[in-house]
T-cell receptor
């Protein structure tokens, strides 16, 4: 069965610093992987996704993630944090047999301080 | 993309009562899902809403507690029945236009049971 583990429920960075949010997955089939962002009192917004092909995936707002099969990881990065990046970030894997039926990690709350 | 409207956006309900949440999409979609996000936790899939037939429930969720309707390709309802304080959560509707297309999320319904 599919599962997702996000290391670090809270991450705090300075504005302008590198953002690294960690995600490891377990899947019995080639995974479809996603990162979503949730701003306060809002729904989830898709940041980026990996299906097949290029393992480095670029998303919106300057975020990118790299699929590493050997490490079963899909970490999210951004070279320079902005105050507006403060939000909750969820890594997700598609359930077996479903592209958009998702299994979510516990989430990582990103704080950005001046 | 898809514009999803959920109603109500929030509600405070008495224990033992039921609440029906509506999810309206601005265009026809193939897939509709309902998720629950308990306080401080990640999203958990409740069920897949199937048009014209019974919903498909995930482990731990039953139809008597969470009856779901989907009369057409743009609308679904989730009812939370015989509520208890443990049902206090955000309930989110998710849709996808095709079987292999990305999922979009509504802004959620914040339910508090007192």
């Amino acid at each position: 069965a599919q599962s997702v583990t996000q290391l670090g429920s809270h991450v705090s960075v300075s504005e302008g610093a590198l953002v690294l949010l960690r995600c490891n997955y377990s899947s019995s089939v080639p995974p479809y992987l996603f990162w979503y962002v949730q701003y306060p009192n809002q729904g989830l917004q898709l940041l980026l996704k990996y299906t097949t092909g290029a393992t480095l995936v670029k998303g919106i707002n300057g975020f990118e993630a790299e699929f590493k099969k050997s490490e079963t990881s899909f970490h999210l990065t951004k070279p320079s944090a902005h105050m507006s990046d403060a939000a909750e970030y969820f890594c997700a894997v598609a359930a077996e047999g479903g592209y958009n039926k998702l299994i979510f990690g516990a989430g990582t709350r990103l704080a950005v301080h001046p | 993309s898809a514009v999803i409207s959920q109603k109500p956006s929030r509600d405070i309900c008495q224990r033992g009562t039921s609440l029906t949440i509506q999810c309206q999409v601005d265009s026809q979609v193939t897939m509709m899902f309902w998720y629950r996000q308990q306080p401080g936790q990640s999203l958990t899939l409740i069920a897949t809403a199937n048009q014209g037939s019974e919903a498909t429930y995930e482990s731990g969720f039953v139809i008597d507690k969470f009856p779901i309707s989907r009369p057409n390709l743009t609308f679904s309802t989730l009812t939370v029945s015989n509520m208890s304080p443990e049902d206090s959560s955000i309930y989110l509707c998710s849709v996808a236009k095709g079987v292999d297309t990305e999922a979009f999320f509504g802004q959620g319904t914040r339910l508090t049971v007192v």
